[in-house]
């Protein structure tokens, strides 16, 4: 940990959920909330605890650094609570994302999803928390790179002089398990490079971007893939991300301009369908197909270490067009079923009930 510098942590799980994988009780939502607020003290300069589906998100400001053991532990611990009244209460999936006995030290790796930035705070700092749910990481992918490199979504990289050097890239490899196998590339001179490995969503994900102009890091991504730790389908990774704003990085209007396109991401119902991702308000639940998957976006600036209170940036009129529209895209797809691109490829399914069936059947083909 640096003198002067603020730590932003956002730790997500989902730990259980009324009716199916829908939303957290309240009761749950309180339990962690009251968590954090007692054991937090004196760790935390402040917190704000929100859930996207039914997964729960503790965003929290300190001054400990990123990976500290004692700010993973705490959420880890809130978890645990949460999921002591999920059971208490019945709820569904109790614990779901908890895939390890006992915390060793880092968050990461033990199923809940991470996102960490630190900086020197900038006399103002407004940054984004994005939380998406069923989906996985790389449903940032296509956002991110028209936010950071396309001056069709972000005309400030031709109008502002701030970003004129453009951003560097850390692309993560997630099927590599042994340890991060990570790439970085420049935009815009790697761009067709950037692009070659981030149109395989289920694979090369972005894990963080970091401005050419200050090599300030700006977006952190959580990238874990839960049933590539637990090795087999568990729960969809549900992905959380911060962004830093203004400056040197990009408007926030820029980041959010891609979310208009509700593309289609991995995920959906089961983990295993094909669905467009619809930007949703502040502790919005999950309902078509346990879908469509969704995303978040709350608005901050951060000072001293304290937050203002949330903006919902995708709380507004614009959004609710977008709505419709992605609806329509939701319908779309879903009148095909199972057929082709509505349901993710063999490698990606994500229950391991259709491997058996296909394995019995592999003995009853005959070759003529
Ligand atoms: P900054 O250059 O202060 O980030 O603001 C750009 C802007 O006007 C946003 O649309
Ligand atoms: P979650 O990963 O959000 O728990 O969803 C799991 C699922 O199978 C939905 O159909
Ligand atoms: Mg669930
Ligand atoms: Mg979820």
Not at 104 to 112: E, L
Not at 181 to 206: H, K, Q, W
Not at 333 to 341: A, E, L, M, P, W
Request: aromatic share 8%; net charge negative.
């Amino acid at each position: 940990m640096a003198e002067g510098k603020t730590t932003l942590s956002v730790i997500k799980a989902d730990v259980g959920s009324i009716g199916g994988h829908i939303k957290p009780s309240q009761r749950l939502l309180d339990r962690v909330a009251e968590f954090i607020e007692q054991e937090g003290r004196g760790l935390l300069t402040d917190s704000f605890i929100s859930h996207t589906g039914d997964d729960i998100a503790i965003l929290m400001a300190h001054n400990r650094g990123t990976d500290d053991e004692d700010i993973h532990r705490l959420a880890w611990d809130a978890f645990l609570a949460g999921t002591e009244t999920a059971k208490e209460q019945g709820l569904y999936g109790a614990g779901q994302d908890l895939l390890k006995d006992a915390f060793s030290g880092n968050i990461k790796g033990m199923g809940p999803a991470v996102a960490e930035l630190e900086f020197v705070e900038r006399p103002n700092e407004p940054f984004l928390f994005f939380a998406a749910d069923k989906t996985d990481p790389g449903a940032y992918n296509l956002p991110l790179y028209l936010a950071f490199a396309d001056p069709m979504h972000n005309t400030g990289l031709m109008l502002s002089p701030s970003m004129s050097e453009g951003f560097q890239f850390t692309i993560m490899d997630v099927t590599h398990t042994e340890g991060d196998r990570i790439i970085e590339l420049n935009a815009p001179e790697d761009l067709y490079d950037i692009t070659a490995l981030l149109r395989d969503n289920e694979r090369f994900v972005v894990e963080s971007i970091h401005s050419r102009t200050n090599m300030e890091e700006c977006v952190s991504v959580a990238t874990s893939r839960l049933s590539l730790i637990a090795g087999r389908y568990t729960g969809k990774d549900d992905p959380v991300m911060l962004i830093r704003t203004q400056g040197a990085f990009p408007a926030t209007g820029e980041i959010l301009s891609p979310f208009r396109l509700g593309h289609y991401v991995a995920g959906y119902m089961r983990g295993s369908h094909t669905g467009p991702l619809m930007p949703v308000k502040q502790n919005s639940s999950i309902s078509f197909f346990d879908g469509p998957p969704i995303v978040s976006c709350a608005a901050f600036c951060v000072h001293h270490g304290k937050f203002t209170e949330a903006a919902d940036a995708f709380d507004h009129p614009f959004w609710d067009h977008v709505r419709d529209h992605v609806s329509q895209k939701a319908i779309e797809i879903r009148t095909q079923g199972f057929s082709g691109v509505a349901m993710l490829p063999y490698s990606e399914l994500e229950y391991g009930g259709i491997v058996e069936r296909l394995g019995k059947l592999d003995t009853k083909f005959k070759v003529r």
